[in-house]
């Protein structure tokens, strides 16, 4: 069956120049510490607390992981409100300052299998691809 009704335009979070900045900086020293800093410095930023989430996830960490993108995953719908997104439609993961949000998505949805809660996992996947299809092509493949 066809959707009639016109799909809404994409929503595209505004950058952080300075928060892209010290993140690239953290990048450089490369450890949790520095990432944690820009976290705390920028709480609303999804970029750090993605970082954070895949380095725990990554090392095996799956509470804090689901902590750090269960975090960013909040501050990125607080934001993704604020630049007019009305619950659904497109997040598009070509925009850079989308990228953040998507990423503490996957790691949740990721981190949320691991512990058991097969429903939080699945429908965060199902989030992501409503989103962006993108997306999870992209971080499935990295």
């Known amino acids: 069956m066809q ?11 505004p ?26 410095r920028f709480p609303t930023y999804s970029a750090a607390w993605a970082v954070l989430a895949t380095r725990a996830f ?5 509470i804090p992981a689901y902590a750090y993108a269960r975090t960013g995953y909040h501050r990125g719908l ?18 850079g300052p989308n990228q953040g949000f998507l990423r503490c998505l996957y790691v949740l949805s990721r ?3 691991e512990i058991g809660e097969a429903d939080e996992a699945a429908r965060c996947a ?11 092509d992209a971080l499935g493949s990295e």
Do not use: I, M
């Open 78 to 95: 607080d934001q993704l409100r604020r630049s007019g997104w009305k619950g659904h439609g497109p997040v598009p993961w070509s925009h």
């Open 15 to 40: 950058a952080h120049e300075e928060a892209d900045a010290t993140l690239a900086a953290a990048a450089e020293k490369g450890t949790d510490e520095a990432y944690a800093e820009v976290a705390a």
């Open 111 to 113: 981190a949320a299998g």
């Open 3 to 13: 959707n009639l009704l016109p799909e809404p335009p994409a929503t595209l979070l």
């Open 126 to 136: 199902q989030f992501l691809r409503d989103c962006d299809p993108a997306a999870g």
């Open 58 to 62: 990554s090392a095996g960490q799956v």
